[in-house]
């Protein structure tokens, strides 16, 4: 058990270290999760959101989210609400994978219709979504037309016919964070990914095929307004990637950029140079700022086109429109990103920069930036499990305004990369998947093995803890049918 | 081998140790520490294209991180897996030159195992140093 000693349970869901705890903390730590979960943590969280807490221009609290793990800078899991005057920019608290997402699709076709062509379909979603190691994708363009496509994101795809309004509408932030200037974007980032437009890429980046069976619903009413009880056993597509080679290289060129400046022109010393940052209102924060949001973009773009041909392969397989087979996007859900959101802090509505890593916004009822739809349910929050073990469909709580309306966005490793796989084969993993009735395609088993279900945190777990710490409601469980890894 | 994988200081990334003589044996041994999180089977690269790099940096640490970023962008770019066959490190005007000459081909699923992208090189930990017996680092690769 890593837990330090000085670690405080506020409630039984939310635990704190208090200022004391490191030299340098501007304000406590607070990790979200029950005492099972808190047990499990790796000694990488407690280190690291600490970290966090020292960044200046922190407000309140540095968080932790229940998935949370051992990661670079921040842990994966963290949050972080700057004042946008006083403080900073970091790209350690927001990744590589900048704007790695969730995206979940209805149809109206059920689990009994989608069986007897479940192998036809994945084999085919395999073989028109480029997955894996370097994969180039299937939107081919030009270096200026790929920097159009950075600054406007899904609204490029509206443009070129791979998109709908409404796909736009249920899409965070519209598809499109304003503000997004290339020129902030070095010619190495585009070289690298203007080729990989519409790919999934590989790790834990998958396109899945689930069933939303009635025993698995928790809360009828929100299933309902999510579009989830069309018909019985009903068959959603749900798929997890981010910005690609593009958005890795903007984070590489700015975390360089940073550690050459941060001292030596702003005087900031930080504890673990994946810390790096730049005071937000600084040239360099600014021009981070734009670049991080043509990432953003680059990702939206990338899940939209995505969208595009997992609804050619549906028509195809079975004779209907998409818009026949109903195939509606419940939403898509942003990871790895900055931005700039008003909240209330200290007593008053301030506008704070919300660094989230590895984590997901979850706005609760009525808050603005929501679709019509959603006013009075709250935000649709996309939680993918394991492959193994399925995933959730959740709701943002109006309680969760002290965590900056955000909450987990995944199940989170127990186990290293390298350890799972030594422990599990790629190849016999996906024999057993097929007997349990999951039909995985993928390029790599040594990937597969990696992805194993016991290499993760139990998802119903997580996501309890997230619910009694009132930050996102249950509304179904997800059990997957199909799937396609790199 | 002159690389190890560790599993105790990253869980969704990879973290390797790795050791050498010098500091250009160092710089190669990295390189295919990197390159093998991607492809199993690196033993079995043909030198199929050549190509020619000079990467400047302030110090040897510095001039790593590049080396091994520059080898993960060609990946994407060009789906071309690398590997440098000659390397030299000398000192510049202001810090360190590597000149190397990278070897390899364009992704072939069907003759590479492929495993995991390498999405960026990590500051977690990362250390590059001069011991007693040659040089070693210490990486922790984004995947």
Known sequence: ?486 | MPFQYRGDIAHADIAFDAWAPTLEELFKDAARATMQVMVENLPDLRPAQTLEVKLEQENDEMLLFDFLNELIFYKDARRLILLPTELSILPGDSGVTLRATLAGEEIDVTRHQMNTDVKAVTMLRYKVEKVPQGWRATVVLDV
Not at chain 1, 412 to 424: I, V, Y
Not at chain 1, 443 to 457: M, N, Q, R, T, V
């Open chain 1, 1 to 486: 058990m890593n837990v330090p000693a000085a670690l405080k349970r506020i409630t039984d869901t939310i635990w704190e270290l208090p200022v004391s705890y490191k030299e340098g903390m501007l304000v406590p730590a607070r990790i979200i999760a029950s005492e099972k979960l808190i047990k499990e943590m790796d000694a990488g969280v407690f280190e690291q959101v600490s970290n966090v807490a020292t960044l200046p221009g922190i407000q309140r609290y540095a968080y932790c989210m229940p998935d949370g793990h051992w990661g670079y800078g921040f842990p994966i899991g963290g949050v972080a609400a700057m004042d946008p005057g006083s403080g900073v920019i970091s790209p350690g608290g927001i990744g590589f994978d900048i704007n790695c997402g969730m995206r979940l699709v209805l149809t109206n076709l059920t689990a009994e219709q989608v069986q007897p062509k479940l192998h036809q379909l994945v084999d085919r979603l395999f073989a028109r979504i480029p997955t894996g190691v370097g994969c180039h994708g299937f939107v081919k363009l030009k270096q200026d037309d790929f920097r159009s496509v950075v600054q406007q994101g899904s609204q490029w795809c509206l443009k070129n016919g791979f998109a709908t309004r409404d796909d736009l509408e249920m899409t965070e932030e519209g598809g499109c964070f304003p503000g997004a200037d290339a020129s902030h974007v070095s010619e190495k980032a585009v070289e690298r990914g203007y080729n990989q437009l519409g790919t999934l890429g590989s790790g834990n980046h998958y396109c899945e095929i689930q069933v939303v069976q009635p025993q698995n619903i928790m809360d009828q009413e929100l299933a309902d307004a999510f579009g989830l009880t069309v018909v019985p056993n009903q068959v959603v597509i749900m798929f997890h990637c981010g910005s690609r080679g593009f958005g890795h290289q903007v984070a590489t060129d700015y975390l360089k950029l940073f550690l050459s400046v941060m001292q030596r022109k702003y005087g900031i010393k930080i504890v673990d140079r994946e810390l790096a940052c730049a005071p937000f209102h600084s040239p360099e924060g600014q021009a981070y700022f734009s670049a991080m949001k043509c990432a953003v973009n680059m990702a939206f773009a990338n899940r939209q086109v995505i969208l595009h041909r997992v609804r050619e392969v549906f028509s195809e397989l079975f004779h209907a429109s998409p818009d026949e087979l109903g195939m509606r996007m419940v939403y898509d859900v942003a990871h790895n990103t900055a931005k700039l959101e008003k909240h209330r802090c200290n007593g008053s509505q301030k506008e704070l920069l919300v660094h989230r890593k590895g984590s997901t916004r979850a706005f609760g009822p009525g808050l603005p930036g929501l679709p019509e739809c959603y006013r009075n349910t709250g935000q649709p929050v996309i939680i993918g499990g394991s492959m193994e073990t399925g995933s959730y469909l959740l709701a943002g709580m109006s309680t969760g305004a002290d965590a900056w309306f955000t909450t987990a966005h995944g199940s989170g490793r127990t186990m290293s990369r390298h350890e799972a796989k030594k422990t599990f084969r790629g190849d016999k993993l996906q024999r057993e998947m097929e007997q349990r009735g999951i039909y995985v395609r993928t390029d790599s088993f040594g990937g597969l093995a990696e992805e194993a279900g016991p290499a993760y945190k139990n998802i119903d777990e997580v996501v309890e803890a997230t619910e009694l710490a009132g930050l996102s409601k249950r509304v179904a469980r997800l059990v997957p049918i199909g799937n396609i890894k790199g």
